[in-house]
């Protein structure tokens, strides 16, 4: 299995809702990485987990909430959000070594309504 | 810092046209060089790559070699196809770990 698995594909959710998006691999990699893109833009890094422990949070509003239950899973719990928030949100996971890139999953359309 | 300078976009060419896209890089050390590619709608998929001087990662007739006297890792290929429409981001990861991106290239092939 070298792929990571996003779900759901598309969300849609009011600013009072909360909602969770979740990401899966099973490729044995420790690190676990969470981006937001807004089009046409590179990736901005949100969340790094390293064997399950949030290891980075690049100043991320508590809005956004992100756990590691196991080091295969990571999710990222939403609440209270902005429209400003609407984005693709891509998950990837990597070796520990620099000789390796990301694999990314196919990510979560959000729009907040 | 570590920094990753891509040429502008957007770029339109030809079908069977020879594509090159500019990648410069700021980094302390030695850092491993990826080019990435994100198709409408999808994902970031990784390319190919390269982690050390003179290395050349090649994948689908793409290709891009490790220049570490001009830190460079310019993205060619010979003869694009209007399926290679999509955006490229180049990036690199340094010893800090964690991976650095360009702004990224849109490239739009016609036939």
């Known amino acids: 299995d070298t792929e990571v698995t996003q779900t759901p594909k598309h969300l849609v959710m009011g600013m009072t809702n909360k909602k969770s998006l979740k990401c899966e691999q099973h490729?044995?990699?420790?690190?676990m990485y969470w981006y937001k893109q807004k089009a046409k833009k590179p990736p901005e890094l949100m969340f790094v987990y390293s064997y399950e422990k949030l290891s980075i949070n690049e100043s991320v509003p508590s809005r956004f909430s992100p756990e590691c239950p196991n080091s295969s899973l990571l999710n990222l719990h939403l609440h209270a959000l902005q429209p400003e928030d609407s984005a693709l949100y891509l998950c990837a996971s990597s070796q520990e070594s620099m000789n390796y890139g990301y694999t990314f999953g196919s990510g979560t359309r959000l729009t907040v309504v | 810092g570590d920094s990753v300078t891509q040429m502008e976009g957007p770029v339109t060419l030809s079908e069977e046209a020879f594509l090159t896209i500019n990648c410069t890089y700021t980094?302390?050390?030695?850092?491993?060089l990826f080019w990435y590619v994100q198709y409408p709608g999808e994902g970031l998929q990784l390319l190919l790559k390269a982690t050390k001087a003179d290395d050349k990662g090649s994948n689908k007739g793409f290709e891009a070699t490790y220049r570490k006297e001009t830190t460079s890792f310019h993205l060619e290929k010979g003869s694009v196809q209007v399926s290679d429409s999509a955006v490229y981001f180049c990036a690199l990861r340094s010893s800090a770990r964690q991976l650095t991106f360009g702004s990224g290239t849109q490239l739009t092939v016609l036939p």
């Open positions: 980094a302390t050390g030695y850092p491993s």
């Open positions: 490729m044995g990699h420790r690190a």
